[in-house]
């Protein structure tokens, strides 16, 4: 079987902000997989990206099979962001998944509505 470490475990940002998750496997790991798991409770596959870098949309993601880790850097983080994310590699499906948790706070109006 195949062991699976994420970082970081939990994280609270604001709206805008970017974020990198991290993914280190115990064995050689093709076949990489991203997915959120969203506030409503949907999974939902984010990218599959087995080696190299891809970018698709606002996710940026890169595995390197031999050094056994992947990462996915999210930028322009919005408040649908918010979830679990779990890294899957092939043979680690038997296995309790490691995941990230991103929780979003709205971005802070710069200025304050001037009340009459």
């Not at 475990?9 to 902000?17: H, K, M, T, V």
């Not at 997989?33 to 698709?56: A, F």
Request: proline share 7%; glycine share 6%.
């Amino acid at each position: 079987g195949m062991d699976v470490a994420q970082s970081p475990p939990a994280l609270s940002l604001q709206e805008g902000a970017s974020s990198t998750l991290r993914c280190n496997f115990s064995t050689f790991a093709d076949d990489v997989r991203w997915y959120l798991q969203n506030s409503r409770g949907r999974l939902i596959h984010l990218i599959y990206i087995p080696s190299g870098t891809k970018q698709e949309g606002r996710l940026n993601a890169t595995t390197v099979p031999t050094e056994r880790r992947s990462s996915l850097h999210i930028s322009s983080l919005q408040t649908t962001d918010s979830g679990t994310y779990f890294c899957a590699a092939q043979h680690s499906a038997s296995q309790a998944p490691a995941a990230s948790t991103l929780t979003l706070r709205r971005a802070q109006p710069l200025l304050q509505p001037v009340t009459p």
